[in-house]
């Protein structure tokens, strides 16, 4: 199939709130591409972003309209996510749909532990398979040359760069089928960034990819498609070629040209 | 000029509290001393508190106070470390947001209420129900401890939730994004974060409790002997201090000095180490 | 999954009902004290001294005493915090300051009295309203010192340097421009500190002990409140008993009061 998430006329109100904070989503995730959203602060892209996993359900109140439909590989159709309710489907989706934040947020535990949490949640206990896929996780997210005579060793002891990468590893090591960045580098020196974005250009091979961005020029080196947001709507979505380029809209052609932001 | 004299005053206020506890460890000391070279360390170990015949010398020992101190303690750190764990954990996690507030609130009051209201409920409504139960005479050991306890819940739960808030929520919220129930973040992430906080604020409460003499001193039963059960009374070292301080003379006043200068040092040390060592630059200004 | 699930809702069923049990508990004691004050209370009670069977001069006596322990405590724990977080240059010696001051705010109080006794009783042989009021006002001290110093922390450098900026001195920079911006969160610790010893009973027994009449000679034994209910409550007669509770039921209500008007401060002034 050709889009692994399909988001369909979606609305999201915060609890409290009386306006909708997005209003009349649609947006398609292409599979095994980076799709970026771009947009000035308060625009609904970090709120779009953690719809996908409803990672804001965690916070009572909120209401979703509209669909967000997964592809789901063994039925073979897409599910809409937003009809989930009971806690283990909740689980289910966000080992299936992981998340990176704008920190990085190594849990206080070791390296190994950090990266096998994830899988010892999910019931695998077996320690030589464990290792063997924290191994894999680590060596997919490029940290394993890094740490591997330290994997004892405190996660909250590595560098800022080497920390989010291990948050990588941790999110990879659950073979999820998205993953989403909510701004993962505005926390990192220029070298730590490309270290990163060059990781995600390696993982879109296997896992598509969904990034929230205050940096165009990031956009354009590592994404496939951009959407640009604004006030809650999705003006402008295209190839990021289209959007950077030929963008349609006046709104879109001020934001990538630095006119605001 | 002004400006000088203003300096001055003020790094004199900051050293009033090094002057005052020094003042204390050197004040009790002195008093304590008729004693302390009676005695010396035997006085830890001994049971006999008796005054002599003309009210002039007499054998004393702090065993049992002592004993009865750690006992009723050990007895509400039991009962309230997991009822307040609980609301704690309750208060952060688990609560609705709109219960929040009210019920923070609620504790930190029930924090503010004077000791002495604890100790009378315990005295009139608390002890009648308990040797109900347990048979005794409802004072005793069990009955301050439970009531000690109930004291510090509030203290320990405001302390405690606070070093469980310092975890940032995009720690946890990157936890429940791996897909980990609300019980496994608290395990695997709360708990683990605000570790040094949570242990801190248990030795807090406990230093707190140690020292506590109106909600234990109507329900220990203020009695110079060790207690055979958890509902036979007993005494403890803010109790003797409370009851019998001021009829005392010479070398029982000075023996109860002794007393107050080993609660003094015990508590000293507590906090010294739930501060320095666990609770560096957490402020728990209640 | 199922059974993790399971551990989830079991966990959170016992933290919540910690949290019931709890409040519970201390809901129980509020009500016996609203029940027992109420139906025990009346005016006479509030004109009338211990001598006739009131509480007058105890309530005045206790709020003399606190009233002469804020006198002492309050200045020096402004001043002093006022040293912490702005003159202190040796950050070894303010932290230890610091930690000092916290270890005194959990000092025994009843230890703080043995050592009042100490110091004003036993010299003079008379239990007196001095050293009752210098018991409380060592109470006071460390948690005066302790909200003026986080306070301070929380008034942004840039207003300390605004005010070097236009040529102000030290001192008058703290007194017109700190001290003033944290005012709210200062006098909400005071308001605190006030609540927690005025409700103190273990530091008065032996310093100021109790008295039965209106008095406002602090060299003489002085009418306690606290004292008075820790000695009614002992008494076997009812009429003792019921006039403690009211006693008790008068002193929650004042503590509460100062307490909640502390807190209203703060919350009204994040408010605006």
């Known amino acids: 199939m050709e889009t692994i998430l399909e988001i369909k006329n979606f609305n999201f109100t915060y609890a409290g709130a009386l306006e909708p904070s997005l209003k009349h989503i649609d947006l398609p995730i292409h599979t095994n591409k980076v799709t970026a959203l771009i947009g000035p602060s308060g625009c609904g892209k970090s709120t ?95 940290l394993w040359e890094e740490v591997r005579d330290r994997l004892k060793e405190n996660g909250m002891g590595l560098s800022g760069g080497q920390q989010q990468r291990l948050c990588i590893a941790r999110a990879v090591a659950l073979k999820p089928s998205i993953l989403l960045f909510d701004e993962p580098t505005s926390a990192l020196d220029p070298k730590s960034t490309r270290a990163i974005e060059e990781l995600i250009e390696e993982l879109k091979q296997e896992i598509s990819i969904v990034i929230v961005t205050h940096n165009m020029q990031q956009a354009v080196r590592i994404s496939d498609y951009t959407g640009f947001m604004y006030l809650g709507d999705l003006v402008e979505y295209d190839t990021t070629e289209n959007v950077f380029n030929l963008p349609k809209n006046e709104l ?8 605001f932001g | 000029m002004v400006a000088r004299y ?34 010396g360390l035997g006085f830890l170990t001994s049971t006999d508190w008796k005054v002599g015949a003309d009210d002039e010398g007499g054998v004393f020992g702090g065993l049992v106070p002592i004993v009865g101190t750690l006992l009723t303690t050990l007895i509400a750190m039991i009962i309230a470390t997991p009822i307040a764990m609980g609301i704690a954990v309750f208060l952060t996690e688990v609560a ?48 301050a401890g439970i009531v000690l306890s109930i004291m510090i819940i509030p203290f320990m739960a405001a302390i405690t939730r606070d070093s469980m808030n310092t975890t940032p929520n995009i720690l946890k919220e990157s936890a429940y994004a791996m897909g980990a129930t609300k019980f496994e973040v608290i395990r695997d992430v709360v708990v683990p974060y605000a570790k040094i906080g949570i242990i801190g604020s248990i030795i807090l409460a406990f230093g707190r409790a140690i020292g506590e003499t109106m909600a234990v001193a109507f329900l220990i039963g203020s009695v110079f002997s060790f207690p055979k059960g958890l509902t036979e009374p007993t005494t403890s070292i803010p109790v003797v201090l409370a009851n019998n301080f001021a009829e005392a003379t010479d070398l029982e006043l000075s023996s109860m000095f002794y007393l107050a200068l080993l609660l003094f040092m015990i508590s000293f040390v507590v906090i010294f180490v739930a501060k320095w060592y666990f609770l560096r630059g957490v402020h728990h200004a209640k | 999954m199922q059974n993790r699930l399971k551990i989830n809702k079991i966990i959170l069923f016992l933290s919540t009902a910690a949290a019931v049990i709890g409040i519970l508990f201390l809901l129980w004691i509020l009500l016996t004290l609203i029940v027992k004050g109420v139906s025990t209370i009346h005016w006479s009670i509030l004109t009338e001294d211990l001598i006739n069977g009131g509480i007058r001069n105890l309530l005045i006596g206790q709020f003399v005493m606190a009233g002469v322990a804020s006198v002492i405590g309050i200045p020096v724990g402004l001043m002093a915090g006022v040293y912490l977080r702005e003159y202190g240059r040796n950050m070894k010696l303010v932290n230890f300051i610091r930690n000092l001051s916290d270890v005194m705010m959990s000092a025994p109080s009843i230890v703080i009295g043995v050592f009042v006794f100490a110091l004003m009783v036993a010299p003079v042989n008379s239990f007196n309203g001095w050293a009752g009021s210098v018991a409380l006002s060592i109470m006071m001290l460390p948690i005066i010192i302790s909200t003026t110093d986080s306070m301070l922390s929380l008034v942004p450098n840039e207003l300390r340097e605004a005010g070097m900026a236009i040529g102000g001195s030290k001192h008058r920079i703290i007194l017109d421009i700190v001290m003033k911006s944290a005012k709210v969160g200062i006098t909400t610790g005071v308001l605190l500190a006030f609540a927690r010893i005025i409700g103190e009973t273990a530091p ?44 008790s039921f008068v002193l929650t209500v004042i503590v509460l009061s100062i307490n909640l008007t502390g807190r209203f401060l703060t919350t009204h002034k994040k408010r605006n």
Request: aromatic share 12%; hydrophobic share 50%; charged share 15%.
């Open chain 1, 48 to 142: 779009l972003l953690r719809a996908m996993n409803r990672i804001h359900d965690i916070y009572p109140g909120h209401t979703y309209e509209g669909q967000i439909l997964l592809w789901d590989q063994e039925a073979q159709k897409h599910n809409n996510i937003l009809y989930l309710e009971k806690e283990d489907d909740m689980i289910a989706l966000r080992q299936k749909v992981g998340m990176i934040f704008q920190k990085p947020t190594p849990f206080p535990m070791s390296i190994f532990d950090n990266v096998a949490y994830g899988l010892r949640l999910s019931g695998v206990k077996n320690h030589s398979e464990l290792r063997d896929r924290v191994e894999v996780a680590l060596r997919g997210a490029a």
């Open chain 1, 252 to 259: 879109t052609k001020d934001y990538v040209m630095g006119r």
């Open chain 2, 6 to 39: 203003f300096s001055k005053v003020s790094f004199m206020a900051a050293m009033t509290s090094l002057v005052l506890l020094v003042g204390i460890f050197l004040v009790l000391t002195i008093y304590a001393l008729d004693s302390i070279s009676t005695f």
């Open chain 2, 96 to 143: 609705p947001p709109y219960m929040v507030k009210p019920v923070s609130i609620a504790v930190e009051l029930l924090a503010a209420i004077p000791s002495i209201i604890y100790g009378m409920w315990g005295l009139f409504y608390l002890a009648p129900i308990l040797q109900a139960i347990f048979g005794g005479s409802g004072i005793g050991v069990l009955t």
């Open chain 3, 204 to 247: 008065l027994i032996f310093t100021s002990a109790n008295s039965a009449f209106l008095t406002f000679n602090l060299n003489d034994q002085f009418p306690s409140l606290t004292v008075a209910i820790y000695n009614l409550a002992n008494y076997p007669d009812e009429a003792s008993r019921n006039l403690a509770w009211s006693a």
